[in-house]
Nanobody
Framework: QVQLVESGGGLVQAGGSLRLSCRAS????????MAWFRQAPGKEREFVGA????????THADSVKGRFTVSRDNAENTVFLQMNNLKPEDTAIYYC????????????????WGQGTQVTVSS
C-alpha cells in the first residue's frame, strides 16, 4: 500500500520558519512528481510546489516563490518543504502528494495523498 506521511507542522510567529517532511513508502517513485498542496478553511486546495523524484527539478507557486523550497532525499524516501518568512496567510493544512506525471500543479493529476499536517502562523 502506498503511503505518504507528513510531519513537522506546528504554530509559529510570522517571519518564522518550519520544515515539513513527507515520508513516502509502498512503491518506487521514479518519474513521479512529489508535491506539496495546502488548504485553508473554506478555500480550494492550492498547489505550493513540487520536485521531480528522479531529477530534483522543482517548481513553486508564485505566492511562495523565494520563501518556500521543495526538495527530496531519495535515499530516505522523503520530500521536504522548507518554509521561511512565514506569513499569516500561509496558515493551512499542508498535504504531500505524488503524481506519475512530470512536474505540474493540477491536483487532479495527483493520485496519492497524505493526511496533512497543520501549519498555523500567528501575526
Amino acid at each position: 500500500q502506498v503511503q505518504l506521511v507528513e510531519s513537522g507542522g506546528g504554530l509559529v510567529q510570522a517571519g518564522g520558519s518550519l520544515r515539513l517532511s513527507c515520508r513516502a513508502s509502498g512503491r518506487t517513485f521514479s518519474g513521479y512528481s512529489m508535491a506539496w498542496f495546502r488548504q485553508a478553511p473554506g478555500k480550494e486546495r492550492e498547489f505550493v510546489g513540487a520536485v521531480s523524484w528522479s531529477t530534483g527539478s522543482t517548481t513553486h507557486a508564485d505566492s511562495v516563490k523565494g520563501r518556500f523550497t521543495v526538495s527530496r532525499d531519495n535515499a530516505e524516501n522523503t520530500v521536504f518543504l522548507q518554509m521561511n518568512n512565514l506569513k499569516p496567510e500561509d496558515t493551512a493544512i499542508y498535504y504531500c502528494a505524488a503524481s506519475p506525471l512530470t512536474l505540474h500543479y493540477d491536483p487532479r493529476g495527483y493520485v496519492y495523498w497524505g493526511q496533512g499536517t497543520q501549519v498555523t502562523v500567528s501575526s
